[in-house]
């Protein structure tokens, strides 16, 4: 009994072979030829399966858990190549100290810095009872704001040592939890293998350099708002 190639029969099962032979292939599958029924079966199952495997789209959660797994990768990447250091564009904390601007929410900073086309906002926000800060942060690109800057690895570094490490969402934002004292820094691995270096900027205001200021302000506007005695001569 002849018996078709398994070339022929991964042909027949995508349905991508001429019609007079598949109609030859179908009668030799009716002689009952076991062989070629289990060939065929097998390159059935596994189209099925390829079908199914084009179809499925993974959770976001699920992508950004996988890309932080695969970050040391590109993290040990980090100390071999060159950074560029962005220009930091704003500082929430280096603006002049206004009266009645400041008050205990400031203890948070917002850092604005450039890349090229790129902005990446970070916002510094120091937590209640504990010594630690949550970096909140965006990428985003000023010439092109439609694109998509998912995946981009973030590092937090101290030195050479890798302290945290991050991707950004389908929206260009991540976030990282750690203790900030100083001489920290941000790497940001743009596309094109482009890599940015943040150096965060030192004062986080804790609370008791805030009631000083407060303190300063008030004393200020107390003192403006003294009128001086006018002098009177007697008759």
């Known amino acids: 009994m002849r018996h078709y190639s398994l070339e022929k029969w991964v042909d027949f099962a995508r349905n991508v072979i001429g019609e007079d032979e598949k109609i030859e292939m179908q009668s030799h599958l009716q002689t009952g030829c076991t062989t070629c029924s289990k ?82 906002d970070v916002r510094i926000e120091p937590q209640n009872d504990s010594e630690k800060v949550v970096l909140i942060g965006q990428v985003l690109n000023a010439a ?52 940015v270096s943040l150096q965060l900027v030192e004062p986080v205001i804790n609370p008791a350099e805030i009631s000083t200021h407060i303190a300063e302000n008030k004393s200020i506007r107390k003192t403006s708002g003294i009128k001086k005695k006018g002098t009177r001569t007697k008759d």
């Not at 500082?91 to 890349?115: E, F, M, T």
Request: positive net charge; hydrophobic residues 40%; charged residues 25%.
């Open 39 to 120: 060939e065929l079966g097998m390159w059935q199952r596994l189209q099925q399966v390829a079908r199914r495997e084009s179809a499925y789209s993974p959770s976001a959660g699920a992508v950004r858990t996988v890309n932080a797994t695969f970050a040391n990768r590109s993290a040990g990447q980090l100390r071999h190549a060159k950074s560029e250091v962005a220009s930091l564009l704003f500082d929430s904390l280096r603006g002049p100290l206004l009266a009645g601007v400041r008050s205990a929410a400031s203890a948070s900073q917002q850092l604005l810095y450039g890349a090229g086309d790129y902005r990446i």
């Open 144 to 195: 092109d704001p439609d694109e998509r800057l998912a995946a981009v690895p973030i590092t937090l570094l101290k030195g050479r040592k890798i302290l945290a490490e991050s991707v950004t969402s389908d929206f260009g934002e991540f976030q990282i939890e750690c203790e900030l004292k100083e001489s920290f820094r941000l790497v940001v691995r743009l596309p094109a293998g482009r890599e």
